[in-house]
């Protein structure tokens, strides 16, 4: 379901692009025109740019990354966003915190539903995801890779909590952080809450 989703995302995007003037909306909608993992990608080109792993980019950086990512963007729009998150005109900015606002907004029933599935795949209940957590939740003996020899079970986890975890960081453990940024963008697809809590619960079994 999540490739349809993606395709909806992405038109529904494009179109609302046309109707919006909010230069953080409007980057929003092109980082979702590119499907749920496009705040992500955003976010592992500015980890890129981030030389000094500062965590913060300043503005030439800042505009240097939006072009690296051929986001559509004159230059007083980038100000106007650059200054929107340079909230103690430092000349800064932090990026971990400019992908959360730039993460769709959710309700509050779509935020739990995501977290009683999180909770589910945590099993040991430390607030982070383990190839050891997924063992007894996730069987990786369906997978079409495990069951032609490609990969062994712990491949399987691995590519499993890949799709979840931070792009630019990639350590087989997915936070809680990591786990709503990637169903923000799945969620932003999905008109109804009822409608994204029928899949969640259909997903993970809940």
């Keep these: 379901?999540?490739?349809?989703?993606?395709?909806?995302?992405?038109?529904?995007?494009?179109?609302?692009?046309?109707?919006?003037?909010?230069?953080?909306?409007?980057?929003?909608?092109?980082?979702?025109?590119?499907?749920?993992?496009?705040?992500?990608?955003?976010?592992?080109?500015?980890?890129?740019?981030?030389?000094?792993?500062?965590?913060?980019?300043?503005?030439?950086?800042?505009?240097?990354?939006?072009?690296?990512?051929?986001?559509?963007?004159?230059?007083?729009?980038?100000?106007?966003?650059?200054?929107?998150?340079?909230?103690d005109g430092s000349g800064t900015i932090d990026f971990d915190e400019f992908l959360v606002t730039l993460r769709p907004p959710m309700s509050k029933a779509r935020k739990e539903i995501i977290m009683q599935a999180f909770r589910k795949l945590d099993k040991t209940g430390d607030g982070v995801i383990t190839i050891e957590d997924l063992k007894g939740v996730y069987n990786a003996k369906h997978h079409p890779k495990y069951q032609n020899g490609d990969w062994t079970e712990d491949q399987v986890f691995r590519a499993f909590l890949d799709n979840f975890d931070s792009p630019y960081d990639k350590d087989g453990k997915v936070t809680t952080e990591e786990f709503m940024n990637y169903y923000?963008?799945?969620?932003?697809?999905?008109?109804?809450?009822?409608?994204f809590i029928i899949m969640m619960k259909n997903a993970w079994k809940l």
């Design 1 to 87: 379901g999540t490739a349809r989703h993606d395709r909806e995302m992405a038109i529904q995007a494009k179109r609302n692009l046309s109707k919006t003037t909010d230069p953080v909306e409007r980057l929003r909608l092109q980082c979702l025109a590119r499907g749920s993992a496009g705040i992500k990608g955003l976010g592992r080109v500015f980890r890129i740019m981030d030389d000094d792993n500062s965590r913060t980019l300043d503005f030439k950086e800042f505009v240097k990354g939006l072009n690296d990512y051929a986001m559509m963007i004159d230059k007083e729009e980038a100000q106007e966003i650059f200054r929107i998150f340079d909230k």
């Design 184 to 195: 923000a963008g799945v969620s932003a697809s999905i008109d109804t809450d009822v409608y």
